[in-house]
């Protein structure tokens, strides 16, 4: 579990122990897709489809947010964090494998 340490707050997250890229029926698209997905201890698979950019989160849907352009928002963020996981596979970038790639930290 990686712990950050804040103006003297001690911030700590799940860690991402799985990931991979999936074709899944998906029930916004109504067909199969390609969906980005990993798995966190505490919370399950977190799941993004790249048709879409539905977000379900161990097993359940998650709320739309109320927000302009959300699913492009959602899709790109899911492009981008599997891009950084296989830069960090092929031992470039600064992500390590075994942790978390999601959000900012430190
Ligand atoms: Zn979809």
Not at 5 to 29: A, E, Q, W, Y
Not at 47 to 63: A, P, R, Y
């Amino acid at each position: 579990m990686p712990c950050y340490v804040m103006n003297g707050v001690s911030i700590c997250r799940p860690t991402v122990t799985d990931r991979k890229l999936k074709r899944l029926s998906c029930p916004t698209c109504k067909k199969k897709r390609m969906m980005w997905m990993w798995f966190q201890e505490w919370y399950g698979w977190h799941v993004t489809c790249l048709g879409c950019g539905e977000q379900w989160q161990d097993g359940e849907m998650l709320e739309r947010p109320f927000m302009p352009a959300w699913r492009k928002k959602n899709i790109e963020r899911a492009k981008k964090n599997m891009t950084e996981f296989k830069a960090a596979l092929a031992g470039k970038g600064d992500v390590k494998p075994v942790e978390d790639i999601q959000g900012g930290g430190k």
